[in-house]
């Protein structure tokens, strides 16, 4: 997966997050998620992937029972209140492919690789900056939001014992700091954009990317080719 160039990774994953809400095979559902699997293996983090997966374990389970027992259920009306497994297997089977598919993109897929293929693609420069400094901006955060995590735990605050009300007390004394520090740094990217006199408004050249490999071009052949088939076959009935 690291051998391929961001546009290809890009294409591949939006060919699998389509197929999800196209296919209505269980059987092809499955594959999508084996494909999703596969893809991590090839990037050396299938342990995390099946360690995430595994923490969504109850949210497919509660699709699962929802989708037998309150199918029929509507806002406004509730009709006959009739169980249908067959229909909960197909919808916990779908949020599984989904869940698959965007736990492998995170992991495989770079914030750099996400900037960089939106790039090639001639996507305007006003919708990628501020996408690569939401991404950053995040990270960021992240590191910020376990400094003061430690911080307090290293004071004796125990952010993990005691009742629910308390756990929700002492998080408050995590959050207040955590969000003056947040708007601190979000000061400090302003002034930075300020002094070197950033703007979206100026023309930019245009990023061009290299040449895509042979195995770039047959990944986005495939992809495509497979997306078309399913949409012939699930939307126009044709095959």
């Known amino acids: ?39 991590t293996v090839s990037s050396q983090s299938w342990k995390r992937f099946l360690r995430l997966l595994a923490k969504f374990s109850p949210l497919i389970v509660v699709a699962f029972v929802i989708w037998s027992l309150f199918h029929r259920m509507s806002l406004f009306h509730v009709s006959y209140m009739g169980s249908d497994f067959a229909i909960g297997v197909f919808a916990a089977t779908r949020l599984f492919a989904l869940i698959s598919v965007s736990i492998s993109f995170i992991l495989c897929v770079k914030p750099e690789d996400l900037v960089k293929g939106l790039e ?14 939401s991404l950053r901006f995040i990270d960021t955060l992240s590191d910020e939001y376990i400094s003061i995590k430690e911080a307090l735990m290293v004071k004796g605050l125990e952010l993990e014992k005691g009742s629910l ?59 495509i080719i497979t997306l078309l088939i399913a949409i012939s076959h699930y939307v126009f009935g044709l095959i």
Do not use: H, W
Request: glycine share 2%; net charge positive.
């Open 165 to 223: 009300l308390k756990r929700i007390k002492n998080y408050s004394y995590l959050l207040i700091p955590f969000l003056i520090r947040g708007i601190e740094v979000a000061d400090n990217i302003v002034l930075a954009m300020e002094l070197k006199a950033f703007s979206l408004r100026k023309q930019r050249r245009c990023c061009k990317g290299k040449k895509l490999s042979l195995l770039d071009i047959m990944m986005i052949f495939v992809s």
């Open 120 to 133: 090639y693609f001639r996507i305007p420069y006003s919708i990628v900056f501020p996408l690569a400094l």
């Open 1 to 39: 997966m690291a051998l391929l160039d961001p546009r290809t990774k890009l294409v591949l994953f939006m060919v699998l997050f389509a197929l999800i809400f196209i296919v209505k095979d269980i059987t092809y559902l499955l594959l999508i998620s084996l494909a999703a699997f596969l893809i």
